[in-house]
Antibody, heavy 121, light 107 residues
Framework: EVQLVQSGPEVRKPGESLRISCQVS????????IGWVRQMPGKGLEWMGLIYPGYSDTRYSPSFQGQVTFSVDKSINTAYLQWSSLKASDTAIYYC??????????????WGQGTVVTVSS | IVLTQSPGTLSLFPGERAALSCRASQSVGSTYVAWYQQKPGQAPRLLIYDVSTRATGIPDRFSGSGSGTDFTLTISRLEPEDFAVYFC?????????FGGGTKVEIK
């Protein structure tokens, strides 16, 4: 069974750093793009960007470029989303999702359960 | 590409037909649209990709259609478990975007 399991909820203060994770199983990690999607409280879905674990190629939405960093550790089939300096406006649920097919653009067929990030002083 | 979903909320009885609209600000092409269902407290679930292909395990009461700038998700007969929020997504350009969502609620 294909699964994406995300790390647990996080509470941080503004200005702090954070890295959340997404561990995959049930398929070859290196061969499918992983996307990150933000959902702010009570709002819709926002595409943050993609990473290809095979060679760590990344594509960032202009809205998130320079604000976050995607990375992977192929040895443990895990993708990461990282902030160096959080803002209160980063409070949201963050989802990782596998992109179906091998093309750089596609639908997300398997989703993680989401990680709730709360940034508050 | 901006995706505009309408209506914002659709109030229907179980057993009725639902038609959800997704309009793009410019052409997406004929293939690059997906639909997702999201229930409270859950992650989105892929229903339809490539405009009209049902994802694995999705019942055939869900269907997708459209091309260019106008796309539709149709639920032929609403089951109790179908009351949820639905999002469209385009992946025809290098910047993927989602629509704002349509909530399908029980009347």
């Amino acid at each position: 069974e294909v699964q994406l399991v995300q790390s647990g909820p996080e509470v941080r203060k503004p200005g702090e750093s954070l890295r959340i994770s997404c561990q995959v199983s049930g398929y070859t990690f290196a061969t499918s793009w992983i996307g990150w999607v933000r959902q702010m409280p009570g709002k819709g879905l926002e595409w943050m960007g993609l990473i290809y674990p095979g060679y760590s190629d990344t594509r960032y939405s202009p809205s998130f470029q320079g604000q976050v960093t995607f990375s992977v550790d192929k040895s443990i089939n895990t993708a990461y989303l990282q902030w160096s300096s959080l803002k209160a406006s980063d409070t949201a649920i963050y989802y990782c999702a596998r992109q179906r097919g091998s093309k750089v653009l596609g639908a997300f067929d398997i989703w993680g359960q989401g990680t709730v990030v709360t940034v508050s002083s | 590409i901006v995706l505009t979903q309408s209506p914002g909320t659709l109030s229907l009885f179980p057993g009725e037909r639902a038609a959800l609209s997704c309009r793009a600000s410019q052409s997406v092409g004929s293939t690059y649209v997906a639909w997702y269902q999201q229930k409270p407290g859950q992650a989105p679930r892929l229903l339809i990709y490539d405009v009209s292909t049902r994802a694995t395990g999705i019942p055939d009461r869900f269907s997708g259609s459209g091309s260019g700038t106008d796309f539709t998700l149709t639920i032929s007969r609403l089951e109790p478990e179908d009351f949820a929020v639905y999002f469209c997504q385009q992946y025809g350009t290098s910047r993927l975007t989602f629509g704002g969502g349509t909530k399908v609620e029980i009347k």
